[in-house]
C-alpha cells in the first residue's frame, strides 16, 4: 500500500491537495483538502447589500460575473425586486460569454495536456497532421506549413531545456494513447485558443465596464443603451458584440468540439473511469421568462439521485430540510457542535484548525483536514457542473439538451452510461459549450429586437432604496457558475447585512468527508483509479481536473507557516 500525496494540484484555481491510497495499482481510498482560509462573508456583515456583489465578486478571478450575478440575486429576492426584460438579457449574455471563454480555457489550458502529450508532438509529421486536421473540421489553419512552422517553435522551447508554459509535465507516461499528429493539433490549438479568449471577453467589458470584474447592479444592469449616443451602448459597440459572438461561434463549432471528439475516441476506456457519486445537482439557469419561472430556464433545475434518470427531484434554496453545510472534517467549529448541519441562512463561519500546521506530511484524515465546508442536499453528497446540469436536463427531456448529448453519443459509439466518468465529465463540458453560444446568439438577437423596438430599459428603481424594505428579510440567489451550482444566502437586519453564505460548485465537489464518512465528489471520483506510475500520477490529475477545480472561492488566505497575513476588522 502507497500513500501518494499531489500538493499542490497544478493548472487549477486556488490551492488544492490530494492524497490516495494506492493497493495493486489502484486507488483505494482519498482524500480532497482545500488548503487556504476562508473569510469574505466575515467581511461582509454590517455592510449595505446592495453592495455584496462587488465584495463577493472578488472572491475568483475566474468565476467572477457568477458570483455578482448570484449576489443581485439574493439582495433582489430579500426585498422583491423583479428586472427589467433587457436586464435580464444582458445578464445571460454576461452569463453565456463567461461560459464559453472559461469552458475553452478549461479544455486547453488546464485539462488537455491530461490527453495530450506535448512532447510527443515533436516528431508528428506536418504533412499528416494537415491531413488529419483537415478531415477534422473547415477551420482555416490547417496547413502543412503551419504546423511545421509551430512544431519548429515547439523544438526551441525543448532544445532550450525550457519547456516554458509545458513544463513539469508528465510527458512519455504510458495513459497517453493519443497518435502523434494529433498531440501536435492540440498542441496549436492550445496556443490558439490563447488569442482567442481575450478577445470574447470583451463583451464583459461593453456590457459591464471591465473584465474580469464586470460591474452589477442590484435591480438591473449598470449599463444604459442609446443607439446614436457615444456615451451609452450603442449600435458600434452592439455590432462588436455580435462580431465576437460569431467568432466564439466558429471556434466552438470548428475547434474545441472536433478536438474534444478526436481526444475522446482514443480514450474510451476513460468512459469507465472516475464516475463517483451518483447523485448530481444543477440549480439551473438562464432565465427566458423571468428569474421567478425556473421551469423555462435554458439549465433546468433539479436533482438526480442513484444515476436514476427516469426521476427528477425539485430543489429549493429556501427550504431549510435540503441544503445544508457540515463540518465534521472541517477546519471550523458551530456553537451546537460539529456533528450539526446548517441551512446557508443560518450558517456560521468560526475558524477552528487543529493539528500540525502547514505544510503537511500527511493530513490528519480522521480528524479535521480541510478549509472547506461539506455540504449535503437532503443528507446527499452530490455532483455539480456541467455533467450534473446536462444530466438533469436530459432526464427532464429538454429537446435541446437531449439532441446534443445524443448526437455526441451516437459519434462515439458508446452509451448514456458513458457520461457517468471522467470522459463523461469532460465531454459535458464542450458539449454545454456548444449549446451555451449558440443561446448567447439567441439572447443577443432577443436584445437587438428589443431595442429596435424602443424598449431600452435596464434598471428598477421600485424597492431600490432601503426606506422601502422591511425591518428584517432574507434571499437565496441560485446560479450556475460553470464549475456548477452556485448559491448566495444573505440575510438583512435594519437594512444591513446580518449574515451572508455562499455555497459554490468546489464546496460540493472537493469538501472533505461528512459525519457518517460519506465522501464528496472528488473523493469518490478517484476510487478503482489505476495508476501506472505512482511517482507521476497522471490519472489522478486527469480526474480531478475533469471536474475543473476552482478553490479560490471556496478558501481564501494561506500562509505555509500558519501566520496570519492580513486582518480585517469591520465596525
Known amino acids: 500500500m502507497t500513500r501518494v500525496v499531489v500538493d499542490p494540484i497544478t493548472r487549477i484555481e486556488g490551492h488544492l491537495r490530494v ?3 494506492i493497493e495493486g495499482g489502484k486507488i483505494t481510498d482519498a482524500y480532497s483538502s482545500g488548503t487556504m482560509v476562508r473569510g469574505i462573508e466575515k467581511i461582509l456583515k454590517g455592510r449595505d447589500p446592495r453592495d455584496a456583489w462587488a465584495f463577493t465578486e472578488r472572491v475568483c478571478g475566474v468565476c467572477t460575473t457568477v458570483h455578482a450575478l448570484a449576489s443581485v440575486r439574493a439582495v433582489e ?17 454576461m452569463f453565456c460569454t463567461q461560459f464559453v471563454q472559461d469552458h475553452v480555457v478549461h479544455f486547453y489550458h488546464l485539462h488537455a495536456l491530461d490527453w495530450v502529450d506535448v512532447v510527443s508532438a515533436l516528431s508528428a509529421d506536418p504533412e499528416e497532421t494537415s491531413r488529419i486536421a483537415k478531415t477534422l473540421s473547415n477551420w482555416p489553419k490547417t496547413s502543412s506549413g503551419y504546423f511545421s512552422d509551430l512544431q519548429k517553435r515547439l523544438k526551441t522551447f525543448v532544445e532550450s531545456g525550457q519547456l516554458g508554459i509545458f513544463a513539469n509535465g508528465y510527458w512519455g507516461h504510458p495513459a497517453y494513447k493519443l497518435p502523434k499528429e494529433i498531440n501536435l493539433i492540440g498542441v496549436a490549438h492550445y496556443l490558439e485558443a490563447l488569442e482567442w479568449q481575450k478577445e470574447i471577453v470583451k463583451i464583459h467589458a461593453i456590457f459591464g465596464g471591465k473584465n474580469p470584474h464586470p460591474n452589477y447592479l442590484v435591480g438591473g444592469v449598470p ?40 481526444i475522446a475516441g482514443f480514450y474510451k476506456d476513460w468512459a469507465a473511469i472516475g464516475g463517483g457519486l451518483k447523485n448530481y445537482l444543477c440549480y439551473g439557469d438562464l432565465p427566458t421568462k423571468g428569474y421567478e419561472f425556473p421551469d423555462h ?25 435540503e441544503i445544508k453545510e457540515y463540518i465534521a472534517h472541517s477546519w471550523y467549529k458551530y456553537a451546537d457542535g460539529d456533528q450539526t448541519g446548517l441551512h446557508p441562512w443560518k450558517g456560521e463561519t468560526e475558524f477552528n484548525f487543529t493539528g500540525p500546521k502547514p505544510p503537511f506530511e500527511q493530513l490528519n484524515v480522521e480528524s479535521k483536514y480541510s478549509w472547506l465546508k461539506t455540504p449535503r442536499w437532503k443528507d446527499n453528497p452530490m455532483e455539480v457542473g456541467p455533467l450534473a446540469r446536462l444530466l438533469v436536463g436530459y432526464a427532464k427531456d429538454n429537446k435541446e439538451i437531449k439532441e446534443v448529448v445524443d448526437e455526441a453519443l451516437t459519434k ?9 466518468s471522467t470522459l463523461g465529465r469532460t465531454a459535458a463540458r464542450g458539449l454545454e459549450t456548444r449549446l451555451i453560444v449558440r443561446w448567447l446568439k439567441e439572447f443577443y438577437d432577443e436584445l437587438i429586437g428589443n431595442l429596435k423596438t424602443g424598449e431600452m430599459s ?21 446560479s450556475e457558475a460553470p464549475r456548477g451550482a452556485l448559491a448566495h444566502w444573505i440575510r438583512i437586519k435594519d437594512r444591513k447585512i446580518e449574515n451572508y453564505q455562499m455555497v459554490v460548485p468546489s464546496t460540493w465537489n472537493a469538501s472533505p468527508r461528512d459525519g457518517k464518512g460519506q465522501r464528496s465528489a472528488y473523493e469518490e471520483s478517484l ?4 495508476v501506472a506510475r505512482e511517482n507521476e500520477p497522471l490519472e489522478i490529475i486527469r480526474t480531478i481536473h475533469s471536474f475543473d477545480p476552482c478553490l479560490a472561492c471556496a478558501v481564501h488566505l494561506y500562509d505555509p507557516d500558519g501566520k496570519t497575513l492580513h486582518q480585517v476588522t469591520v465596525n
Open 297 to 321: 430556464f435554458k439549465f433546468p433545475r433539479g436533482a438526480i439521485l442513484d444515476r436514476d434518470l427516469t426521476k427528477v427531484y425539485d430543489v429549493n434554496g429556501r427550504d431549510e430540510n
Open 412 to 420: 462515439l459509439e458508446v452509451p448514456v452510461a458513458a457520461l457517468f
Open 19 to 21: 492524497e490516495a491510497v
Open 77 to 93: 429576492d430579500a426585498i422583491d425586486i423583479t428586472v427589467p426584460k433587457n436586464a435580464e438579457l444582458v445578464r445571460n449574455i
Open 223 to 262: 449599463c444604459s443603451f442609446n443607439l446614436e449616443e457615444v456615451n451609452a451602448i450603442n449600435t458600434e459597440k452592439l455590432n462588436l458584440v455580435g462580431r465576437l459572438i460569431k467568432d466564439a461561434m466558429a471556434f466552438v463549432e470548428q475547434v474545441y468540439i472536433p478536438d474534444l471528439m478526436a
Open 527 to 530: 476510487i478503482d483509479t489505476p
Open 458 to 478: 435596464t434598471f428598477t428603481r421600485e424597492k431600490w432604496e432601503p426606506e422601502t424594505w422591511p425591518a428584517e428579510c432574507e434571499g437565496v440567489g441560485l
